[in-house]
């Protein structure tokens, strides 16, 4: 199981750090990743990582200001979101795959319940 947390309201130009915890399975070897859906819109990816945290790829829209990163002793995946705008407004989603994981939804065996990020003045 995967569980979400961190989102919120923030004004343009704010900060949020989304969090995944998971529990049970070999976290350590997956693949994990965090997408986001927008209403009336697929459900994107955002940013993935591997399971060493060696290798982390980024949506073109969030390249360098979005972070990924994982704690593998603490079985958790963070999303790092700064200079935020309200195109960023979405339902965030963190994944898992015990595979290489991909860049669609449908890569991904495990999902979190989503969390809402409101970007808003």
């Known amino acids: 199981q995967l569980q979400a947390s961190g989102g919120g309201l923030v004004q343009p130009g704010g900060s949020l750090k989304l969090s995944c915890t998971a529990s049970?399975?070999?976290?350590?070897?997956?693949?994990m990743g965090w997408f986001r859906q927008a209403p009336g819109n697929e459900r994107v990816l955002v940013s993935r990582i591997n399971w060493t945290g060696g290798t982390r790829e980024y949506a073109d829209s969030v390249k360098g200001r979005f972070t990924i990163s994982r704690d593998n002793v603490k079985k958790t995946v963070y999303l790092q979101m700064n200079g935020l705008k309200p195109e960023d407004t979405a339902v965030y989603y963190c994944?898992?795959?015990?595979?290489?994981?991909?860049?669609?939804?449908?890569?991904?065996?495990?999902w979190g319940q989503g969390t809402l990020v409101t970007v808003s003045s």
């Open positions: 994944a898992a795959d015990r595979g290489l994981g991909g860049r669609g939804p449908t890569d991904y065996e495990y």
């Open positions: 049970g399975g070999t976290f350590n070897t997956y693949t």
